[in-house]
């Protein structure tokens, strides 16, 4: 800013520790039901399972999704579920996943990445911490 005229300054809407809530997304996915989704997508992939093992996936997620909740980051799933289901639509292909958002496994059930971080016993931790 320093090198241009005041009135073509740029001019910053939020701090980057603070996460935006009015995401430019449609409207059935802002009043999305972000635990219901990811449990209804989750019934989906574990309905083969033997109970035991879906039990322990359930809490999995469960546990994920309170991490999630007390980081604030509920608009932020609801984005992401937006910008996957909108490709999926659009046949785009993306990679198997990337870095430590792989050891997420909300993500893994949002269709994010293809990395089951419950089954390679990958800790939330090394991508979701305070």
Same mark, same amino acid.
């Given at each position: 800013?320093?090198?241009?005229?005041? =009135?073509?300054?740029? *001019?910053?809407?939020?701090?980057?520790?603070?996460?935006?809530?009015?995401?430019?997304?449609?409207? =059935?996915?802002?009043?999305?039901?972000?635990?219901?989704? !990811?449990?209804?997508?989750?019934?989906?992939?574990?309905? *083969? !399972?033997? @109970?035991? =093992? *879906? &039990?322990?996936?359930?809490?999995?997620?469960?546990?994920?999704?309170?991490?999630?909740?007390?980081?604030? !980051?509920?608009?932020?799933?609801?984005?992401?579920?937006?910008?996957?289901? *909108?490709? !999926?639509?659009?046949?785009? &292909?993306? %990679?198997? %996943?990337? %870095?430590?958002? &792989?050891?997420?496994? &909300?993500?893994?059930?949002? %269709?994010?990445?293809?990395?089951?971080?419950?089954?390679?016993?990958?800790?939330?931790?090394?991508?979701?911490? @305070?």
């Amino acid at each position: 800013n320093r090198h241009v005229p005041k =009135e073509q300054e740029i *001019t910053v809407k939020s701090t980057c520790n603070r996460i935006m809530s009015d995401w430019n997304i449609p409207q =059935e996915y802002k009043n999305l039901d972000v635990v219901r989704y !990811l449990f209804d997508k989750h019934y989906d992939m574990t309905r *083969t !399972l033997d @109970e035991q =093992e *879906t &039990v322990a996936r359930d809490h999995r997620l469960a546990m994920e999704l309170k991490m999630y909740d007390s980081l604030h !980051l509920q608009d932020v799933l609801r984005a992401i579920i937006w910008v996957i289901n *909108t490709m !999926l639509d659009a046949n785009v &292909v993306w %990679g198997v %996943g990337r %870095g430590s958002s &792989v050891s997420s496994y &909300v993500l893994y059930v949002a %269709g994010v990445h293809d990395v089951d971080s419950y089954a390679y016993d990958l800790d939330i931790r090394d991508f979701l911490h @305070e």
